[in-house]
């Protein structure tokens, strides 16, 4: 297992600082958002940093739900749902993904361990999730 997919980027060019765990923390969360580790060989073979920047250039091409869990995607069907929970379902899984990608973002950006805890809050109890910066 490589440990590099869960080390901040930057790690290697400066000193270690307190938001480099988000980025770890980011990583896990693609890991349940995926449904894989993160040094998974679907990933590691394509880019040898694993999942975050798979995930990262997934969201920014709009081709994120390609590496979705396969189990999630059947729980979140369409036909499966009424009109309102299927909103109301995006909206969590569209705050989830935001904390997510914050949390790779560029390391001073980051957001701290309680933002991102209240923003899982809201996501997990379908509350409108404020803007992540």
Do not use: H, W
């Not at 590099?4 to 693609?30: H, I, Q, W």
């Not at 189990?71 to 909206?91: A, G, H, I, V, Y």
């Amino acid at each position: 297992m490589s440990m590099k997919v869960y080390e901040d980027p930057a790690y290697e060019t400066c000193k270690l600082e307190r938001n480099f765990d988000m980025y770890s923390f980011g990583v896990v969360l693609f890991e349940f958002f995926c449904g894989r580790v993160a040094y998974d060989q679907v990933y590691t073979n394509e880019n040898d940093r694993g999942l975050a920047p798979i995930a990262r250039q997934c969201l920014d091409d709009g081709t994120i739900k390609s590496i979705m869990d396969p189990r999630l995607k059947e729980e979140t069907k369409p036909e499966d749902m009424s009109t309102s929970n299927r909103e109301t379902d995006q909206d969590s899984l569209d705050a989830f993904l935001r904390i997510a990608y914050a949390c790779l973002g560029e390391a001073d950006k980051r957001p701290t361990m309680e933002v991102v805890i209240k923003e899982l809050e809201r996501a997990l109890n379908f509350q409108e999730p404020k803007q992540v910066e």
